[in-house]
């Protein structure tokens, strides 16, 4: 049974600092990348990075581009979003997801349909 399972969200103040994890099982994980997502009430879920299979190869949306750092761990199936200076907006759930495959799907932003298996996600508050 494919699994993925987000945790380390919460609750920080503008410039800090979050690192969340996606612990994997059920597939082979070095065959696929992965990828992290977030959504805010009324709106659609944007892609906000991608780590490819090997780890060689990282994608990141704009916004958090220099802020958020991706890998991974495939001795522990698990990948890991550093997210540094913090802003209020980037308050939102935050989900890991599967690729189809071990490359970053190309596409720019990633988009939902490239990905074939969610986790349950986790709430990121930045405030005050």
């Known amino acids: 049974q494919v699994q993925l399972v987000e945790s380390g969200g919460g609750l920080v103040q503008p410039g800090g600092s979050l690192r969340l994890s996606c612990a994997t099982s059920g597939f082979a994980f070095n065959d696929y990348a992965i990828g992290w997502f977030r959504q805010v009430p009324g709106k659609e879920r944007e892609g906000i990075s991608c780590?490819?299979?090997?780890?060689?190869?990282?994608w990141f949306e704009d916004s958090v581009k220099g802020r958020f750092t991706i890998s991974r761990d495939n001795g522990r199936n698990t990948v890991y979003l550093q997210m540094d200076n913090l802003k209020p907006e980037d308050t939102a759930v935050y989900y890991c997801a599967r690729a189809a495959s071990r490359f970053i799907p190309a596409q720019n932003p990633i988009m939902e349909s490239a990905f074939i298996s969610w986790g349950q996600g986790t709430q990121v508050t930045v405030s005050s």
């Open positions: 780590i490819s299979g090997s780890g060689g190869s990282t």
